[in-house]
């Protein structure tokens, strides 16, 4: 339940540090718009641009696809930030899961920090193998992953992902402050690095034509996208923040809803030029080399800008996988509350370290963060209707808090039926990719929610 | 000590930026282009977090 707090409780509260993770967060401790622009252009300005871009080109996007996607899926997600996440998190103040325990209950929870970990752990995974493209590219017995490839490359690949995962999880478990600060830092710098990537690479290509440039056509076994598929995973790929809810955490320190605003930064300066200067960078290998031109990032960027370019592949990669080893371990520790942090921090290093092996993660990333948001993004319709529908509907808002329970069958129910049923769509109707169906999932997890919070509801009252 | 170390951090973002410029233009070559953008990646991560360091 929110407790009120006295204005000199607030103060102290802030001065000491406090994260406000049960309570609403009071004024004193509230920021302005500014703070939020600079987060969010760094956080979206990352290891996993170095990916997203040639992807795009290995999916067969033409030129003209990618950039009005790119520029409306991007405004799309801005939106869905600043008129659905914004405003519930002003509303509130609280996390995305101090909410969800109010509304689905602890045990419920406890499931969704369990997939939530397991997750970010794999998307750590795929950053570490971004890393390790950049720090294998000075020796010359590094077999560096192909588009294809989805299992370890080699002894050399397996050595340099294992000591690189065992630094990020030594330093995730020290407490993430220092790389946090260190991604900030760097953010400027990475984002000149993209675009200087992007500038050179423009007099090596063969012609400036943009169908020579991004021809449409798909490399491998991977199904070929358009406009559809360019815009849909330009605004769902962060589905778990802004849909999800994820960002009510960031999101609840602002002082006014237009704070929602700030990660246009990031859309597009990171998912849109950076995604596009990657993109020229994998345009130039498949010029040069044919089909069998490598993804990795590593020598791409290498070949482009020299080591500077490494640097900003490692510490991109390294930023990225940090602090979601970080969360990954709160997420674990959250489910088993009696093991410390440090203990839980260890083990999602461990599962990240072992998912760096395998390049699937990063090959296939456009695939696994579809299936990442389609997990994740449904808990945030169920917010969206507590909040906005409830008392219209005459449900109870919190039912959780309010009918004592640890568990919202309810809430599990319009959580994991709608995600099932988006999988079965997504392979039935051979999609290219899940976030296709990330909003008609979304709605009907909403929808479902409500049918069922009525019979739950009644039957809790009687 | 901010105030020039936010100068050679601002001079270390421009010398990032300006060899590629410059290599698209055909002014400049590629192996002293990567030369100034790493000299200038090392120049950035001492300058700016001087510049940024909060007052004790």
């Known amino acids: ?462 | 000590m901010k105030k020039p170390a936010f100068l050679v951090s601002m001079l270390a973002l421009a010398a990032t930026i300006l060899p590629p410029v410059l290599f698209l233009a055909g002014q400049l070559e590629a192996a002293p282009m990567k030369g100034v953008m790493l000299a200038s990646a090392l120049i950035w991560f001492v300058a700016w977090p001087v510049a940024n360091r909060e007052e004790s």
């Not at chain 1, 493209?133 to 050399?156: K, Q, W």
């Not at chain 1, 900030?184 to 690095?193: T, Y």
Request: net charge positive; aromatic share 12%.
């Open chain 1, 1 to 462: 339940m929110a407790m009120e707090v006295s204005m000199e409780e607030a103060a102290q509260a802030v001065q000491a540090g406090e994260e406000f993770e049960r309570r609403p967060v009071p004024e004193e401790a509230q920021r302005g718009n500014k703070s939020f622009w600079g987060m969010y252009a760094g956080e979206h300005t990352a290891g996993t641009e170095f990916m997203i871009g040639p992807l795009f080109v290995a999916y067969g996007v033409a030129f003209g696809d990618l950039i009005l996607g790119l520029l409306l899926g991007n405004l799309a997600a801005v939106l869905t930030w600043r008129y659905l996440t914004a405003n519930i998190a002003t509303r509130l103040r609280v996390t995305l899961y101090y909410k969800l325990e109010k509304i689905c209950g602890r045990r419920l929870v406890t499931i969704y920090n369990l997939a939530n970990g397991l997750l970010f752990c794999f998307l750590a995974g795929a950053m570490v193998t971004v890393s390790a493209t950049a720090v294998g590219v000075p020796f010359p017995g590094v077999a560096m992953p192909a588009l294809n490839d989805t299992m370890p490359t080699g002894f050399s690949w397996c050595l340099i992902v294992l000591v690189i995962g065992a630094v990020m999880t030594f330093v995730a478990m020290k407490g993430y402050g220092l790389v946090s600060k260190v991604g900030h830092l760097a953010a400027p710098w990475m984002f000149l690095i993209f675009v200087a990537c992007g500038l050179v690479t423009l007099p090596k290509l063969e012609s400036l034509e943009v169908a020579k440039i991004l021809t449409g056509t798909p490399l491998g076994n991977n199904p070929k996208i358009g406009f559809w598929g360019v815009f849909f995973f330009a605004w769902f790929c962060n589905g778990a923040m802004h849909l999800g809810m994820s960002d009510l955490s960031i999101l609840r320190f602002a002082k006014k809803p237009s704070a929602g605003w700030a990660p246009a930064a990031g859309m597009y300066l990171g998912h849109f030029v950076a995604w596009i200067c990657a993109a020229l960078l994998y345009s130039l290998q498949l010029q040069r080399y044919g089909e069998d031109a490598s993804v990795a990032p590593g020598p791409m960027v290498f070949e482009a800008v020299g080591w500077a370019g490494l640097i900003c592949v490692v510490i991109a990669g390294w930023t990225t996988a940090n602090p979601t080893i970080y969360r990954a371990g709160l997420a674990f520790q959250g489910i088993m509350p009696k093991v410390s942090r440090t203990t839980t921090t260890l083990l999602a290093g461990l599962v990240c370290t072992v998912a760096g092996l395998f390049p699937a993660f990063a090959m296939k990333l456009l695939d696994f963060v579809g299936i990442y948001v389609l997990i994740l993004a449904p808990v945030g319709a169920i917010i969206v209707v507590d909040v906005f529908l409830a008392k219209r509907l005459g449900l109870v808002s919190d039912p959780a808090e309010k009918f004592r329970s640890s568990f919202n069958v309810a809430a599990l129910v319009a959580w994991i039926a709608p995600a099932a049923i988006g999988f079965w769509a997504v392979k039935h109707f051979a999609m290219p990719l899940p976030t296709y169906v990330t909003l008609p999932v979304y709605v009907l997890s909403g929808l479902l929610y409500i049918v069922l919070s009525k019979l739950w509801q009644a039957k809790a009252v009687a």
